[in-house]
């Protein structure tokens, strides 16, 4: 449960792989695109996740959202 509670302050290398997600999402396809996240374990693919969802320029971008942990 860390990286859900993890400060966009105090996480480390993640700048390139944020800002082209956020790109995806703020200037992406007209159509309904689906952006996965894949790679091995521990490689911080849901912090990266969740520091583009809590991004306030992303926020802006949708009327609505959802955070599912599965």
């Not at 695109?33 to 490689?43: K, N, S």
């Not at 996740?49 to 942990?69: G, P, Q, T």
């Amino acid at each position: 449960m860390a990286p859900l509670y993890a400060e966009e302050a105090e996480v480390v290398g993640f700048d390139d792989p944020r800002d082209i997600l956020k790109d995806w999402l703020i200037e992406g396809r007209v159509e309904l695109t689906v952006i996965f996240v894949v790679g091995m374990g521990e490689l911080g693919k849901t912090t990266l996740a969740k520091l583009v969802y809590d991004n306030m320029e992303v926020y802006a971008c949708f009327d609505c959202r959802a955070w599912i942990s599965v």
